[in-house]
């Protein structure tokens, strides 16, 4: 079992930034591919960023690509998302995700084993 906390999401004017982590908790993080998720209203959820069990590679979705940076600090077990140059259509619940898959970086929600309840991220125009 994998416990994971997302924090750091908050209200943020276009073209600001907000970092989010997620803490893990349980079996051994760096086990584990992480991946953060969006779900806005009325919207299903889409994949956002992940990254590899080492940290050594990475994928973006391509409406991120550019302006958000996913990284990990496996001693901390911690994964992060540096968000930038937010605009009001990045507005949703993030959620981060632990992956059992490690022979390459899903995308599919389906592949992840374990989710955090998600924070709120509000870009106002």
């Known amino acids: 079992q994998v416990h994971l906390v997302e924090s750091g999401g908050g209200v943020v004017q276009t073209g600001g930034s907000l970092r989010l982590s997620c803490a893990a908790s349980?079996?051994?993080?760096?086990?584990?591919?992480m991946g953060w998720f969006r779900q806005a209203p009325g919207k299903e959820r889409e994949f956002v960023a992940a990254i590899s069990v080492r940290g050594g590679t990475t994928k973006y979705a391509d409406s991120v690509k550019g302006r958000f940076i996913i990284s990990r600090d496996n001693a901390k077990n911690t994964v992060y998302l540096q968000m930038n140059s937010l605009k009001p259509e990045d507005t949703a619940v993030y959620s981060c995700a632990a992956s059992g898959v490690v022979s390459r970086i899903p995308v599919r929600a389906a592949e992840y084993d374990y989710w955090g309840q998600g924070t709120q991220v509000t870009v106002s125009s």
């Open positions: 349980g079996r051994v993080f760096s086990s584990y591919g």
